[in-house]
């Protein structure tokens, strides 16, 4: 008979009696009120033979082990009425709980002091009227514990290393010691209901799996260390309110974005440093920033509104080289940034393909002087689709410079002296031949590099792309959230972002002669990631093709510059 049966009893054998009784009865009822209980009385539900839950009413502090029977089966505690150390100690005995509900109950002073796990050379301590004591749940097994609404303080490693999920800071808490969750490796989730002003040094350190954080609005600082090495937390709600954010308060977390209040005034060193932060914005109120304290490799923009110099090191040398920082104040910045917007405008921006690193620009500006630089290595084809790549800028292109000073030019744009290479954008009807490469738009790209062709006509090596106007600027719009182009059965898209390679998109098979292809001739289904000024096609609709070659949307011609009697010949449009 599967059965469940609730019964508050005040000795074992009536109790003992009463389960003979249902046994003999069959009873298919899902619970059995016995008879109405007293104060003292336990109330427990047996489940599989064991009392795996039990909930007891104290009226006397240190008599929980009176109370409660077979510990090392107990799953679920209630407890209401006084605890001490006697009392907690045999909760510490309880190897199997993993619910601890304390919300009435009251920790008291007195009763056996409990030991301290983490530190040897620790006396052990005793419990305190209305306050979580230094250590005192330590390691333990519970996934939810519920604390007491009469708890005030909350003190040093009070919850340290143990298995918690989740937890509640209750309202009546007005301090909080350091270490408080730390290398608590489940918690995933923390909410302060609680005012307080600080969450102090190390509070969440090491914790693993934290991905959700409700700060109190009465924060006013959050110590050193206090989130560092929480590898999943992605992103946090700071504060109007909060004054102060310690070093190494975010170290090792995997932030994206945070907002910084308009009311913070100091940053600590190595705040947010080694996240992922893709930007930030310093408001006018900050009045420090330490060391590396916004050291991060994929940050695409800043907005500095404070009165400081930004000084190199607090951001580190590996800032991504494409950031634009945006400035609103006359401020200093290191001599060797080139990405500087001041009131609208910048005297240069340098974009470069090294290190894929991304670009953003979430605000329109005017700059004197714009380029992007890109390295050309691939041999093209001869009268067959190879050494293509594709590109995207964020800027009209007025010049196209070799490293070695030459011009170049697409094809038919007729810029005097300038080497000619193949630039094609998508259209209806496949790949077509223009002569201008304009912000935003995808194209495929080729510079001539073949020994049929005379060596001056052959590009190999950096190439800058750039426009200049000093005295009206170059537009930079903001960046669009789609960059497309529709072909006749698929999509050219360009991103200044990078994008794990995936099975939904197709990439050009760059500096890759693998799977019988020569490189730059086809776009292979989940080929590689995609870098930023890169393109990627993606079909119309559903396709079971795992490559797109070139040549079914392009109209290669025979190759036009044959050698001639041993002489090589300049490069024709009709050429790839």
């Not at 604390?147 to 309202?171: R, W, Y």
């Not at 400081?308 to 104040?329: G, T």
Request: hydrophobic share 35%.
């Amino acid at each position: 008979i599967k059965m469940k049966a609730n019964y508050k009893c005040s000795n074992w054998l009536l109790l003992s009696s009463l389960v003979l009784m249902l046994i003999q009865y069959s009873c298919q009822q899902e619970d059995l009120l016995i008879y109405e209980a007293k104060k003292s009385d336990v109330v427990m539900s047996l489940k599989e033979g064991s009392a795996s839950i039990q909930n007891v009413t104290l009226e006397n502090a240190g008599t929980l082990s009176e109370r409660v029977t077979d510990v090392t089966s107990i799953k679920e505690l209630t407890i209401v009425g006084p605890i001490n150390g006697t009392d907690i100690n045999c909760i510490r005995s309880m190897n199997n709980l993993k619910v601890l509900n304390l919300e009435n109950a009251d920790i008291v002073a007195g009763g056996e002091k409990y030991g301290i796990y983490s530190w040897s050379s620790s006396d052990p301590q005793s419990t305190e009227n209305n306050k979580i004591t230094r250590n005192l749940f330590e390691s333990s097994p519970c996934e939810k514990i519920v604390i007491p609404k009469s708890v005030t303080s909350i003190d040093q490693g009070g919850f340290i290393a143990s298995k918690i999920t989740s937890m509640e800071i209750p309202e009546n808490v007005t301090s909080m010691g350091g270490h408080v969750f730390t290398y608590c490796p489940n918690l995933r989730s923390i909410t302060f209901l609680a005012d307080l002003k600080s969450i102090p040094s190390d509070t969440f350190q090491g914790c693993e799996s934290l991905i959700s954080v409700t700060l109190p609005k009465s924060l006013v600082e959050i110590e050193s260390s206090a989130f560092r090495g929480c590898s999943k937390l992605e992103s946090i709600s700071l504060p109007e309110g909060l004054e102060s954010i310690g070093s190494d308060a975010f170290f090792a977390c995997p932030i994206s974005s945070v907002i910084i209040p308009s009311t913070v005034k100091n940053i600590g060193g190595g705040a947010f440093n080694d996240t992922k932060l893709e930007y930030i914005k310093v408001p006018a109120s900050v009045v420090s920033v330490g060391t590396y304290a916004f050291e991060s490799t994929t940050m695409r923009y800043v907005f500095w509104d404070s009165s400081m110099d930004i000084i190199s090191d607090m951001f580190d040398d590996r800032m991504s080289p494409n950031c634009i920082v945006y400035l609103s104040k006359d401020v200093k910045v290191p001599a060797k940034w080139n990405n500087i917007v001041y009131n609208g405008v910048a005297e240069k921006i340098v974009l470069t393909a090294d290190e894929a690193k991304p670009f953003y620009c979430p605000k329109k500006f005017k700059a004197k002087k714009i380029m992007y630089t890109h390295d050309f290595k691939q041999i093209t084809g001869q009268g067959e689709s190879a050494g293509w790549e594709t590109i995207v800028l964020p800027f009209n292109v007025q010049k196209v410079i070799h490293e070695d000073g030459r011009i170049l030019a697409p094809f038919n744009s007729e810029i005097k002296n300038a080497k000619p290479f193949w630039l094609r954008a998508l259209t209806k009807k496949g790949f077509e031949n223009v002569t201008s490469l304009n912000a935003n738009t995808p194209y495929i790209i080729a510079m001539p590099n073949n020994g049929a062709y005379e060596e001056q006509y052959c590009v190999n090596g950096k190439v800058v792309f750039e426009a200049e106007d000093n005295i009206n600027g170059v537009d930079i719009l903001e960046t669009p959230n789609e960059i497309k182009s529709e072909g006749p059965s698929f999509l050219l898209t360009g991103t200044y972002n990078a994008i794990l390679s995936n099975s939904t998109i197709y990439l050009i098979n760059k500096n890759d002669n693998s799977n019988g292809f020569k490189a730059g001739s086809v776009f292979i289904r989940g080929l590689r990631d995609v870098d930023p000024f890169e393109c990627f096609v993606s079909p119309n609709g559903l396709s079971t093709k795992s490559i797109i070659s070139i040549n079914e949307v392009v109209r290669t011609k025979t190759f036009n510059s044959l050698l001639r009697n041993g002489k090589k010949l300049k490069p024709s449009i009709l050429d790839l």
